[in-house]
């Protein structure tokens, strides 16, 4: 690689003892894999499981001896001295400040983001944030930063027995190095096999991507410019309201009989008393049905000529 800083650090990688773990064959066997973590569990410090029905038995040193893992140094990541540590706070860090160990990734060189995540992704296998600084990666880095001698076989095993462990918060991961050590169990029907994806193995392509990925990102940070954000589908209830007119209910209101207004009646202003007078019994001529009588409503004085002009038919009262 043309990048010095890159070179460094793969070299502090394979002079750690890391190189058979993290060099294995890229086959995997996925059912296998299954099968295995589903009846897993640890028993007297050794992993015991079945795989196709035959028993599975992995104790640290069969762990070691597959990998090649060193089995001397600090068996305990809290054991490197923190004035070691501090050291490589500065040694990593982007701008020349120490590095937080609440931060991001980003505060870092872009060789020792890229390690961050192999300790994060290979070795520690946690759940959580791949972004994210905790005191567990950056112990882990510090050892490869500054050649701390690591009893990898300890800690190593330590994370293997975490995953089969209920409860725990610990990814399932070693799928590479598991199909390993099941290869070597002999008559063991492991099914069919599949490549590790290409895109999770460090090569001279997938690296300059990684780079360039970063760079990107960095870039974007620098000039404080907001992601673009995806557009909404959803319609706002603005667009919604000018989009479809609302219609205005009306309601029709019952006027109550009770509730009708007294003006609209016609009050007469002086009363005339009816009178009755009896009609003539004598029938007409031609008519054989008797007819009603008539009604004088005015005084006997007033002349017939106007009697005659008079409609003496009941008057019904307005409502």
Not at 50 to 75: K, M, N, R, Y
Not at 247 to 259: D, E, G, N
Request: hydrophobic fraction near 45%; charge should be neutral; charged fraction near 25%.
């Amino acid at each position: 690689m043309d990048d010095q800083g890159m070179v460094s650090m793969f070299q502090g990688l394979m002079a750690s003892g890391l190189t058979g773990f993290l060099g294995c064959p890229a086959v995997i066997y996925e059912d296998s894999l299954v099968d295995f973590f589903e009846n897993a569990s640890v028993r007297d410090g050794v992993i015991i499981s079945t795989v196709a029905g035959q028993l599975v038995e992995i104790s640290e040193e069969w762990f070691a001896e597959s990998f090649d893992l060193p089995v001397g140094g600090l068996g305990d990541l809290s054991a490197i001295p923190k004035d070691v540590i501090f050291y490589a706070r500065s040694i990593v860090s982007l701008s020349g400040e120490p590095v937080s160990l609440s931060g991001g990734k980003n505060q870092m060189k872009i060789e020792f983001r890229l390690l961050c995540d192999i300790m994060a992704k290979a070795i520690s296998v946690k759940a959580g944030s791949f972004n994210a600084i905790t005191v567990e990666k950056f112990s882990l880095m510090t050892a490869i930063v500054c050649g701390v001698q690591m009893n990898w076989a300890i800690i190593l095993f330590r994370t293997f027995k975490k995953m089969v462990t209920p409860g725990t918060k610990q990814a399932k991961g070693y799928a590479v190095q598991i199909s390993l050590m099941l290869e070597n169990i002999p008559n063991l029907d492991l099914g069919e096999s599949s490549e590790f994806p290409a895109s999770k193995i460090l090569t001279d392509k997938t690296v300059h991507r990684f780079v360039s990925l970063n760079d990107k990102a960095g870039a974007e940070e620098a000039t404080g410019e907001p992601k673009p954000k995806a557009a909404s589908k959803k319609r706002r209830a603005a667009d919604v309201g000018a989009a479809v007119a609302k219609k205005k209910r009306t309601t029709k209101k019952r006027v109550s009989l009770s509730k009708v207004n007294l003006d609209w009646m016609v009050v007469a202003q002086e009363s005339v008393p009816i009178q009755m007078i009896e009609g003539s019994t004598a029938p007409a001529a031609d008519d054989t049905v008797d007819q009603p009588a008539a009604v004088d409503v005015f005084s006997a004085d007033r002349p017939a000529e106007e009697i005659d002009r008079i409609d003496v038919r009941p008057r019904a009262h307005n409502r």
